[in-house]
């Protein structure tokens, strides 16, 4: 398992760590038998995330594509942060091992889940405009 | 910052020692032991006198009965596969093993499986070892072997070994053990054991990686892994390793030596390190706590999953590992820790600690100090972590 | 007295460059390379660095095909075993091989054909060199691959491996190749010469014994011949031999840099040497002189025998060999010489010396002073010779 | 192939190698094909063996046991000679290799098979005092 140093600066330093008391908005993604658990706090003002914050359960690079994946939104329009990739994750942290993309893959959906349920609590279907949120399909176990 | 190595289940530093006996044969008698000449016979030599001295150290009757491998999946293959095609025109088709064998067991059994042969994985039960009256239920007239490790390489659990041999030999099956993680540990006889074929491997006793053995019973009819040479009396092809052999001679022979002290030390290490991270709450200790290797300590705690456990501890100067250093990289939680019944969100959470005579109580004193740190941080920012305390708070509400 | 060793081909000295790469492998750096902390890595980062650099230098086009192995003979079982096992479903069970193969390629044959597999063993003709036209007639609707030796290890020849490598393209054949004795001493380039699968070991060109890897094309389907854990992208179980896959990739970088002086050195040296000892009457050097590797020299004297030849020159200081060390002890003689058309009692008396940059011109006078009055001396011993000599002047009244 | 010191020196320094010009009898066993050949020498005076000599076309071995043998007749009468075994060939040269016993074999075969002809150019019929000397059967070749 090579991380780069990037996400080894993410895992021992991961920024926005643990809750927001009023979120306007959750996500929830992974399961604990597939080994990675990821949740996402946002705090939304005008259409723009002012605030984020996880916790997350898992592995190096589920904690370290969680921070970067924070960082990554913080302060940007949702509609910016409903583009982020995947690949935008892993590219920020200087690439993932081929077994750990999952990971990433889990971060993004851990954003377009707290979108949801910002919209949600606001009385708007999410649907049309964040999509579905995939259950996590590069976590074979269950 | 202070460096703790603390996976020798996974491998071991070479012994200055074992390395400064080894050193001639990378140099000076470099020569093929197959050879005539004179460098090609100190080789010769030295590899005669190495498997002489480990057959004694074996308990093996003849130093013939010592086949020299590439290291223990090597043997573990050999063995299996060797007895099984050798054993098939007579009928034999059926092998048992347990649930929690290394993978090179286990993978080549699914070989053989494929291949046509039936294998019966025997439970391991919650403490991780095998019922001897399971294996003896579970012998066909077709059983060609069974094949049960004398000690589990993630959670350390000695198997009755000298039980499971007296069956075997009651009902005239082979016994074969992969004693790769107890050689250097346990006091190991395979005559008295009835061990008919029994693996090792150099590396995880301070020796180099690399080498191993197949010990097989005088008599036994196996068939070749590695074809070719007459090397290893025709039975496993490929100019001798011979700074890797003598380098196994060599580190046997230190375990032995130390045997007795070595593992009273580390045994009181091992109880005192395991007493310590029990006091963290929601913890446990994975297999049998008195049935097992005296460097051996494998733990889950609820709530964090290993791999930033791991991560944590390197970044803390510890090296550990999660289980087994092989499948390290694979999602899939240890196979081993299912077998004794965790359920998936605890088997993905377990560190196993393993010690060697390298280690000192100092090393113990840091490592209770750092683990409980490092499993509050990570429970800090654990979303389970929340639910099971939330759960907790439910239930004591209710009460 | 003069000290030669001349038995390259069986073995060779650990080149003091290569062991110090290895060292800190052998000391610091013992970590588990799968392992997730510190020192794992540094050895996992060795481990990918040798790949890349091994696959760079045969021309693979992705490290990923370079899969390390405990040696020449395990490569060539797992080559032909593993491919013809997973070609079996296929309906593939023809193998095309040459007469004069190393053991660990002619017994890998012999047990796939107790299996049901049919191999046909090609002729290498009086100079020791397969025939491409031959290979493309022995192609068959079921066969699963060509296996031809690069460079043969008694008598030096090298084979036509590019025009084989495009005669079973051509025909969708998988061309296996055991580069053994040829790496480090010829170009070789996988991508090329349509190479599929290739063996090497790293004690023939100045590394360790026991290690050696396997070039497999991607997409190759093949069996496993060692099954456990992830190593090797789940392809060859077992901890990696960290040390010895540096020094193997150590050896052969070192043997790329100085091939072209080296073998223009080598080569001037045999042909001295050859021109020198053919002046002995009823003397021959087998195989192609010109398609030979350039430290091969192989010849036969009639009216001696091989071993006590070779022990007179051992007691002169010069280690050399009849043949392949692996069959040294047997009674049989070189089923190499027999394929080349010799007769038992000429094979019985071959002498094989072989040379590697350590040797010197010195050391060719040496030997030619030598070994010129060994021959005189056995002669004048032998009833054998006697007999010749009694036949020749018998002819010579006749006339 | 470890050989003994004595069967080194034996190799090394061969007794009684050669010829002798008017031998009372002459041996040879094995053949060329096996790879060893095996050819004695003796002169016979009152029954007793007054010189013997060898030349032999083998391994090291076989160059070593016929050196013993001839020196462990040498100066002995015939029916002692007879009664040389290839173990006693073998133990006075501190043991053979396992794949070298036939060696040890021959040369005892060489002794019988000259004193053989010592008979038989006498006119007596070598049979019922010497027996057959059987053909190598440790050689598998052929
Ligand atoms: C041509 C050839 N193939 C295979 C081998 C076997 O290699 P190893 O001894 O490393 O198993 C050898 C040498 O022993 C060889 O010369
Ligand atoms: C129990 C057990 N068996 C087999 C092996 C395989 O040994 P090696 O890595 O030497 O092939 C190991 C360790 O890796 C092990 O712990």
């Known amino acids: ?142 | 910052m202070r460096e703790i190595y603390a996976d020798n289940s996974a491998t071991t530093k070479i012994a200055p020692e074992v390395l400064d006996k080894m050193m001639p044969y990378l140099t000076t008698y470099y020569g093929n032991p197959s050879s005539l000449y004179k460098i090609g016979g100190k080789a010769k030599e030295a590899v005669e006198k190495a498997r002489e001295n480990i057959a004694k150290n074996l308990g093996a009757a003849h130093a013939s009965e010592i086949y020299f491998t590439s290291g223990g999946s090597e043997s573990d293959n050999w063995a299996l596969k060797g007895v099984c095609h050798a054993l098939k025109a007579k009928g034999k088709k059926h092998i048992i093993t347990s649930k929690f064998e290394h993978h090179a067991i286990l993978h080549t059994c699914k070989a053989l499986e494929k291949e046509g042969f039936e294998v019966t994985y025997l439970d391991v039960y919650e403490n991780g070892i095998v019922h001897p009256e399971d294996v003896e239920n579970a012998i066909r007239e077709d059983t060609a072997i069974v094949s049960i490790m004398y000690a589990n390489n993630e959670i350390g659990t000695i198997q009755p070994i000298k039980e499971i041999g007296e069956i075997c030999k009651k009902h005239k099956v082979l016994f074969h053990t992969d004693a790769v993680q107890s050689a250097g540990y346990v006091k190991i006889n395979v005559v008295e054991q009835n061990i008919d074929l029994l693996s090792m491997t150099a590396h995880k006793i301070h020796g180099p990686k690399g080498c191993g053995l197949l010990y097989i019973r005088r008599g036994i009819r196996i068939d070749n892994l590695i074809e070719g040479g007459a090397q290893e009396r025709n039975k496993r092809a490929g100019t001798e390793n011979v700074p890797g052999i003598v380098g196994l001679d060599a580190a046997l022979q230190m375990a032995v030596d130390t045997m007795d002290e070595r593992c009273a030390k580390l045994t009181k290490m091992r109880d005192r390190l395991i007493d310590g991270l029990l006091k963290i709450e929601r913890s446990r200790i994975n297999g049998d706590r008195v049935h097992r290797l005296p460097g051996n300590v494998n733990m889950c705690f609820e709530g964090i999953e290993g791999e930033s456990l791991l991560l944590k501890l390197d970044l803390n100067g510890i090296s550990a590992s999660s289980g087994s250093a092989c499948t390290s990289g694979s999602l899939d939680p240890s196979h081993v820790l299912l077998a004794i019944g965790l359920p998936h969100e605890i088997a993905h959470g377990s560190m196993r600690l393993s010690f060697s005579d390298d280690n000192t109580e100092e090393d113990i004193d840091y490592i209770l100090k750092v683990v409980p740190e490092i499993v509050n941080y990570l429970r800090a920012m654990s979303p389970l972590w929340e639910d099971i305390k939330k759960r907790e708070a439910a239930e004591a509400a209710q009460k």
Chains 1, 4 share one sequence.
Request: hydrophobic share 35%; charged share 25%; net charge negative.
């Open chain 1, 1 to 142: 398992m090579a991380y780069s140093e990037k996400v080894m600066d993410h895992f021992a330093n991961p920024r926005n760590v643990g809750e927001i008391e009023n979120a306007d908005g959750i996500g929830e993604v992974g399961n604990s038998k597939c080994g990675d658990i990821m949740k996402m706090y946002i705090k939304v003002d005008n259409d723009i995330i002012t605030d984020v914050k996880f916790k997350t359960f898992g592995c190096g690079a589920a904690i370290a594509t969680s921070s970067m994946a924070t960082e990554l939104i913080k302060g940007k329009p949702i509609e910016e942060a409903l583009k982020l990739t995947n690949k935008a994750v892993m590219e920020a942290l200087d690439g993932l091992p081929p077994v750990k993309v999952h990971c990433s893959v889990l971060a993004e959906q851990a954003i377009k889940a707290a979108v949801s349920d910002y919209y949600k609590k606001k009385g708007i279907d999410p649907e049309p405009i964040v999509g579905t949120v995939p259950e996590c399909t590069s976590c074979s176990c269950g």
